[in-house]
């Protein structure tokens, strides 16, 4: 059955993010998505050594997967706008589902490189298709919350199904995993026939009523928030890597023990401060109020890493440091997102979507990489001790791009000034004829720019800009 799309006047009257059509289909997409991923992350590897492999080829694995996942994200908002929504997403979750029963034919390197590149494909176009179908399915009011529980549906995901993985690996088979593995990701294709049929607006449709003056370039909108999820990112492949090596070495007893709690703390603190800072950039009505708080939080939980193990401190110090590095990142993930989403066009939030999750991914691979030499040469406290300086080298391009926010006249047709459009007009709409005044021109335009705070506040707004009644295509 075809969900049919509300218009974007319609979406902003529901009540609720959860009446809002294809949200909750989306939502379960997600999370199955993310655990057919996360069935098969840790025990692919195993399964190239397990069956006489070599560790390289096993950590080619992922890295093949991973580079795949990265230039697929790059191409797929050009999908997005060319085919839609549902198309991209059905394709790619059985990319990401069906090949996984190609590992049943076997080990070697040409057949298990071939497989986890295909199913980086998959996970490369559904995650960027996912993050932007959020803002376009959703009330602008309750786009923080919304990404949000996104962050709560694939955190939950890796939970499960992580250890699940392992589990059914070790008790079972490595065939019981691959099997299930793509029935649990072909679950999203299912979900994908509930959600409704949009396409995203082409960007040629707004720019041709854009004053050229006010136009700036895309580097500059998104650089400082893709630096802050970047670096957090690079050390969070430094903690994934290294962090449950240097419990073992802390508590030779418990450590195998000490660690998997240390990772569930990271995973549960990501979780639930990603949810936080949405509620928080809600009610504060844009992003970017607990970002730099956020970074602050992170980097202190990296240096309390490598404090801790300089040290020799108890292992519960590490307890501590995983709730600080891990609810700080989950919040700068929120932040950037949004960030990127409110400065930004609208008929680009699937370029934006895109640049979070290139951001995000490479981080991830670099970290691992960079400060796994870093490792190797000053050991794990030199690590975390490393990346704590790189998430400051973030909150200083932060707070920086905050104070220069106020200074700064961004794109307009963003969805911030879409918001502040809506509550202008209806505003105006209210009050007697004799007290309106003259309509929003170029000099209010301008005054608006000049006295807006931060860039998606202080954006032009739109001239005549209600919501798009969307198209045939678009209706399905």
Request: hydrophobic share 50%; aromatic share 6%; with cysteine.
């Amino acid at each position: 059955m075809v969900r049919q799309a509300l218009t974007r006047a319609e979406l902003e009257q529901l009540e609720s993010m959860w009446k809002a059509p294809g949200y909750l289909a989306t939502i379960v997409a997600v999370a199955a998505a993310f655990g057919g991923w996360s069935l098969l992350l840790p025990v692919v590897p195993l399964a190239v050594i397990n069956n006489g492999g070599s560790e390289t080829l096993a950590g080619a694995t992922t890295g093949v997967f991973m580079a795949t996942t990265v230039i697929t994200q790059v191409i797929t908002p050009r999908l997005l706008r060319r085919f839609g929504y549902f198309p991209v997403m059905v394709v790619s979750a059985t990319l990401l589902g069906l090949p996984a029963l190609g590992y049943l034919l076997g080990m070697d390197p040409a057949t298990v490189l071939t497989v986890s590149a295909i199913r980086g494909v998959g996970f490369g176009a559904l995650t960027v298709a996912e993050s932007a179908l959020i803002a376009e399915l959703v009330p602008m009011r309750f786009l923080g919350k919304a990404s949000g529980t996104l962050g709560l549906a694939v955190g939950s995901s890796q939970l499960v199904f992580l250890p699940l993985g392992l589990y059914l690996a070790d008790q079972v088979s490595f065939t019981s995993v691959y099997v299930s593995g793509a029935i649990v990701a072909l679950i999203a294709v299912a979900m994908c026939l509930l959600i409704p049929r949009l396409k995203p607006d082409s960007p040629q449709t707004e720019s041709t009523s854009q004053d050229p003056a006010t136009q700036v370039a895309t580097w500059k909108l998104v650089a400082v928030p893709a630096v802050g999820i970047s670096v957090t990112s690079m050390g969070f492949g430094a903690v994934s890597s290294f962090l449950p090596a240097a419990v073992r070495q802390a508590d030779p007893l418990h450590g195998a023990l000490a660690a998997g709690v240390v990772l569930s703390i990271v995973g549960g603190a990501q979780m639930i401060l990603r949810y936080v800072s949405g509620m928080i950039a809600d009610r504060r009505g844009a992003p970017g109020s607990t970002m730099a708080p956020a970074l602050l939080c992170a980097a202190s939980g990296l240096a309390l890493m490598s404090f801790s193990i300089t040290h020799h401190l108890p292992v519960w110090w590490l307890f501590i440091a995983a709730c600080l590095y891990g609810g700080g990142f989950g919040a700068v993930q929120n932040e950037a997102l949004l960030t990127m989403f409110m400065r930004m066009p609208r008929s680009r939030v699937s370029e934006a979507s895109a640049l979070w999750n290139i951001s995000f991914d490479s981080g991830t691979g670099i970290g691992s990489f960079a400060l796994g030499m870093v490792a190797a040469s000053l050991g794990f406290a030199g690590a975390f001790r490393t990346a704590a300086i790189l998430v400051l080298v973030g909150l200083i391009a932060t707070v920086l791009d905050s104070f220069a926010g106020k200074h700064r006249i961004a794109e307009h047709h963003n969805t911030r000034a879409r918001i502040q459009q809506v509550t202008r007009v209806t505003r105006r709409a209210r009050l007697p004829r004799r007290f309106r005044g003259p309509k929003p021109g170029a000099i209010g335009s301008v005054r608006t720019a000049v006295r807006g705070g931060r860039s998606s506040a202080g954006s032009v707004p739109e001239s005549a800009g209600e919501a798009r009644e969307p198209n045939a295509s678009e209706r399905g």
